[in-house]
Structures are given as C-alpha cells and as structure tokens.
C-alpha cells in the first residue's frame, strides 16, 4: 500500500525525474532510454548485481523486440551472439511436424539466456550511460503516487537507514509479487486472472540440444517442451500436477518420460546431461488494470503475467518498456504527452493479445493429456489444421512471432 511520506517536502530527500524499482528487462530498458535521452533516473532493486546477471528466466525473443533494442542501442551483444531459430517442431501422434514459420512472416525467433540480456543492460545503463543503480535494498515504499510530487523510501543495505527520493514518475517494473502492483488501492485495482489447471517442471541439462530448434511434444502422458539455450545447455519442459515438488523427479524419472513425451518417428535420441535447474511452475496468467495510477506506471510482470506457454513474457516486458521509456522521455525532454497518455491503451492491447494466443495455445499442448477425449481430438485437429491449411499456417506464425502487433 502506498503510504504518505513524512519527507516527501524534505530538502535532504534526494530528488530524480524519473524512479524506476526493479532491475529486469523492463526496468532497465527504462533506464537506458531515459539516460540515452539525458535524463535523470534511479533504478532501485533487492537483488545484489551477481544475482540478477545469473538467474536463468526466459530466452527466446520476437525479433520485432530485438529491432527495437537496437533501435536504442542496446542490442550489439545480442546481435553477436545470440542464436536465431527460424522454424519448430512438433510431436504427436508419434509423427514429427517442422514447421517453417520464417518462410511464413519473414522474420525468426533469437534465442539469448535473460541474465546475457541483463547482464548486457545493466553494463549499458550504469557502466556507459552513467546511471544511477542501488542494489540490495529493502523493504520498498511508495509514497503518494498520485500527487505532483510522488516519493520512493527504501532502507539502505549498507547503513540500514530509510533513505527518501523524491519523484516525477516511478516506473514499477518489480514483477508479479512486487510493491508496486501491491501499492495499487485495492478498491481500484482489478486483477483479471486465469489458472490452467497444469504445472510444468522446468529443467535445465547440462547437455547440448538434441534437435536444431524447439520441440513441443503431445503426448498422452503429457506435454514436453525442449528449447536450446547454448551449444552446452538445454531447457527442457515436462507437464506436470500444480504444485508438484520437483524432488518427486529424479534424474531417471526425468529423462524416462522425456524420452517418452518427445518420441517420434526418425527422431534422433535424446542427448541427455546433468540436471542442474528443477522448479514447478504453477501456469497461470493475470492482467492487472488500471497499470496508470497517478504518477505511477507499471510496466512487465508488475501489469502483466503470461505463463510461459508461447514464450511472451519478456518479450511483452521490453514491448512497455518502449513504450514507457520513450513516452517518460518525449514528456521530460520535449513536453509531449502523446506516449505517456496512450500508454495504458498500448500496454492492454498486446498483453491481452497474448494472454489470448497463450490460451489457445495451452488447449493444444495440454488437451492430449487432459483425459477428456473430446479436447484430445480438438486437440489434434487444431494441429493438423496448422500443416493442411496454410491461411491456419500463417496465423499461427504471426501470432508465434508477434508479428501483428509488432512495433
């Protein structure tokens, strides 16, 4: 809950145009096109700076979102590095599918880790661009959100002591269980929410891919997903109860019903390796409205949550941090309102795209596991539809990549 702030007038408070609390793709995207733009900003996160460069998340990105870092500049080492996947696989019926969607949309897939992404956008907004970021951090604050001049208190790692910064914008880009979502007065806030009812246990193999592209496996026994991530290490899905515990999956469990969910005719074994990430995610999604409140924006999983079903979540993070990072400049540099009041309309409008698309998609991973045969033969049909129709075709691979509504 926001609070008021006893300093909020204090001259010993410090003062930035902009704060921004949370330091992950979207907050300091924010950053970097604020500094870019010469404007002052504090990035606040409670994580350590080792943290955030290591914690494995999401890695593959529409390409409309990788334009738009290098649009800002903030792409090079991604560009050099970063794999590119221009078709999937999938697996049923004990057939395998390619599907070309490059061929389809003219535009591909880069697989790139989250934490090289970060590690590279923390470089870029602290290192070159000379912004200001405290890390660590504790128990953050907001202050009066909806006046002219709103505030942001945390307690300071190193001294212990509550420190005020005063504020024209705070950008929350602090994730799903982050203060700000949670400063949102409850009798204005709505969270629209959707369960799937499914868990996935998400693995990382110390183990090179075994295919040149993700592959989703149906399978009776449930879904399977497995994304190349690095010449070395694999991400490997499995369907699984909600709120399973990942020691119930031993390493000979794991690679049996891998094996078995990703089988298919002509496909090549299994490479298989060390187990070095096991965690269950519960899939659910949520849409937080209103994501404008007084001089608060959020931004990311502080608006927006969208399992990771078609892979949207970061690239829906950097969709708002565009948008926000260039509507706070245009306003701050410029006094143009004209991205910073359109920005919840935009911000809505895709994220409820892919919460759609997520959906769908759910019904054709799962149905085949559901134990209900009519979403098993939907199921199917819907996949088959995908490789006998090419205006099915076609959609699927604008919404895979985003293409509609690229920017």
């Known amino acids: ?95 395998r599918y390619r599907f070309e969607y490059t061929g389809l949309t003219g535009q591909h897939h880069f697989v790139y880790p989250q934490q090289f992404l970060v590690t590279d ?3 870029e907004y602290a290192d070159v661009r000379g912004g200001e970021i405290r890390f660590g951090v504790r128990d953050v604050r907001l202050h009066e959100p909806e006046s002219d001049r709103p505030s942001v208190s945390y307690v300071c790692r190193d001294s212990g002591e509550r420190r005020y910064v005063q504020a024209d914008f705070v950008a929350g ?25 499914v868990g996935w246990l998400a693995l990382l193999a110390e183990a090179p891919p075994s295919s040149d592209c993700v592959v989703f496996g149906m399978h009776p026994r449930g879904f399977a997903g497995h994304m190349p991530r690095s010449a070395e290490v694999t991400r490997y899905y499995l369907q699984c109860p909600p709120g399973d515990n990942p020691e119930n999956w031993s390493h000979d469990r794991v690679w049996t019903e891998l094996r078995e969910r990703l089988g298919a005719a002509g496909a090549p074994p299994l490479r298989e390796g060390r187990l070095i990430e096991r965690r269950v995610l519960d899939m659910h999604s949520y849409v937080v409205e209103p994501v404008v409140f007084g001089r608060l924006f959020l931004a990311g999983d502080a608006a927006h949550l969208t399992a990771p079903i078609a892979a949207k979540g970061l690239n829906l993070a950097l969709h708002d941090a565009f948008l926000l990072g260039d509507g706070l400049a245009a306003h701050l540099t410029k006094g143009d309102d004209t991205g910073l009041s359109g920005y919840a309309r935009a911000c809505l409008a895709r994220a409820w795209d892919y919460q759609e698309f997520s959906q769908w998609l759910s019904e054709v991973y ?9 979403r098993a033969g939907a199921a199917l049909a819907r996949l088959r539809r995908l490789f006998d129709s090419p205006v099915a075709a076609a959609e699927f691979a604008e919404r895979y990549l985003g293409v509609r509504t690229g920017g």
């Open 1 to 95: 809950m926001t609070a008021p702030s006893p300093h909020s007038n204090s001259s010993s408070a410090q003062r930035f145009s902009v704060v921004v609390v949370g330091a992950g793709p979207a907050g300091l995207t924010i950053g970097s096109i604020l500094r870019a733009a010469g404007v002052d900003c504090l990035v606040l996160e409670t994580e350590t700076r080792e943290f955030i460069e290591r914690r494995p998340r999401a890695g593959v990105i529409e390409e409309w979102a990788v334009r738009g870092l290098e649009r800002r500049g903030l792409a090079r080492s991604l560009l050099e590095r970063a794999q590119t996947h221009t078709e999937c696989e999938f697996r049923f019926a004990g057939e």
């Open 121 to 123: 956008l923390v470089r």
């Open 173 to 197: 880009c602090d994730g799903a269980r982050g203060v700000t979502r949670a400063s949102l007065p409850p009798e204005r806030a709505r969270l629209a929410r959707y369960d799937y009812g």
């Open 366 to 374: 799962h149905g085949t596991a559901s134990g209900d045969p009519y």
